[in-house]
């Protein structure tokens, strides 16, 4: 069941990259990881899974690289059916915790993952030595991956997925263990992987990460899709005009609703829903008369973390719902 | 470079090869990066070395020049080429083989399916390649250690025939696809608990217990067949004893005998066919370790029984005596019954178990998900 903010029409399949419909997961012991997941990625845009542990986002992603076999599941992967192996080799897929051959140089690593995917010996060699090149490990090619740092083990990880030029790249916290200039040159990555024509999925704690590389996105909860779409979508309803001024709130501007004080001095703000822009010019008109000074009007909308925030604690009205403590930690990784 | 991806509905030969090759270089350049295979190469070459330490001519045996004044043993008894061939067999292929070096190839290599079942069977999973073709490409990967230790072993047991006994015998090589098949047979067991405990340890030791159950099965089937075939010969023995007599006196004690001895026989044929319907279905790693020796054709005169020694008695109880004569005779009885076990039996029943177990893992592992 998927809830989209204003529920839009999915694309043409042949625009689709990821098209699932009734994605179920029932593992044994009767635990319901998936309950019909319904998701549409188009190709080309780079898409973001959310949700908090357990919400079954790495059951999902599995269940699209074959590692874990649905219950049920109808919909296509690259136009083929969710589960043909040979599609496989237009994937690259990084697992949050992969753990590559430690025996292997860094170049034989990605070698081998080429080979893997069905990759020839010349096109393999060159793809390796660009891809090494592009996550920046030419240097340390050719040191045992045992070796490596977390860091540098997760760009070793991405030049794998890339290695066999896929048209669908399924990353599963790809910045985990990285530091800021490599989760800043790996955002530059998704992009410019975006702009060659690829679509992206990006499964990730990180809200922030989140929000600035990705076109849609898609919160998971309790195993299903919850909201899906582009951000401005998924924020309209909570979209509000928000009037700052300076000085001491007059009571007769009660009626617009309540000011809420801002950091640094004597401002406050007042916020209207949008659609309310005859109201807006009314709060200044009173506003100004009432000798305040307007420092600003604005459009705001929730933040990715608001709204996930806001979806998570209403599912059951309460966050114990899907774990408290997983919520608690998702949102401290996010800041 | 971009890469033109084809949509493909299946795979194609080609694309298999790719990847099963990758994956027996990967598997090489494992076993590179341990201690262990170039240890027991170089044992390997230890080996060989004490084998072309010994010689044997017409005075005698010496190692490394210096007589061991054992007599009797010399190159009329023993030609060179058969005293090399005896030795490689014993020496090379039983002990060192067929124990140690496979015990070490299952130490090596314990760690590769515990290894793709916890950390990278998701990396591997989500390219285009079945679960069952993972599995039987790793586990033909693991035998790459025996493979490789075996294959340069007979190479250089070859070079020894050839050199120190002038025998240029292609028949060494046999030992290269038993030996890896005698550790197959041990390899599959651990590579199903590796893969389902996800521990090495637990799978090295539930696949040496296998092992010493293997082989105290093995055992049982050939004390009961020595016994079967000893028992046999005493029948026939009173047999003959009856046959030759004359009249009715001691008639009657020679056919209480011969009642007794077929008592006997028939116990020791009840344990025996027992033992031997039991070990049908388990790998028979002694057998398949022997079945170099008829690959060598060594039969001048080992193992029979010398001039003068063919009678054989048996005592006033109609049971073989104790004799060197008689001992012989019934080990040569019973080589000739397992010289009656084909190939086929003896190896290909021990894949039929290989195939049950990777089975049973192959449907495990069809069935998880990660």
Redesign the interface.
Known sequence: MVATAQAPVPPATGALAIELADVTKT?AGKVQALRGVEMHVRRGEIFGLLGPNGAGKSTLV?IM?????ATTARGTIL??PVGH???????G?L?EH????Q??TGR?CV???G??????RA?RR??TE?MLEVVGMRAWADR?VGTYSKGMQQRTGLA?ALV??P?LVILDEPTDGVDPVGRSEIRDLLLRMRDEGRTVFLNSHLLGEVELVCDRVAIMLKGRVEVQGTLAELTQASRRWRVAFEGAPPASIAGFGRALPLPGGLRHAVELADGELARVQALIDLLRAEGCAIVGVSETRESLEELFLRLVRDVDGRAAAVGAANINNTMREAR | ???D?A?????AFA?LS??T???L??AY??L??RRLFWVALALNVLVILVIAAVGIDEEGISVLGYDLQIPGITSKLFPPADFYKLMIENLGVGIWLAWLSTILALLSTSSMFP?LA?????????????RARLFLTTFACGLLFSTLQVLSFSLMAFLLLGIRAGAWEPGVFVAVPLVAALFSYLFCVQAVVGFITRSAVASVIVTLLFWILVFVIDLGESITLFQRTASRIEREMVQARMDTMKGDAGRESAQKLLTEADVRLERWALANDIALGIKTFLPKTSETAQLTRRALAISAGIGQPADGEQEMRVDENGILQRTRANRRRVEAEVRKELDKRTVTWVVGSSLAFEAVVLAVGLAYFRRR??
């Open positions: 593992y599995k690289t074959t590692i874990v076999r136009g083929a192996r040979p599609t496989l080799a237009r994937v897929y697992p992969h753990r590559f051959p025996y292997l034989q070698e081998f993952f080979a893997m995917n069905l990759l020839r096109a060159a793809r660009e045992r794998a066999n030029d048209e | 470079m971009r890469i991806h949509p493909r509905s299946g795979l694309d790719v990847q090759w990758a994956m270089v990967a350049r494992e590179n990066a290894d916890s950390g990278g069977v998701d990396t591997m999973l989500s390219k285009p390649i079945g998900d990660y």
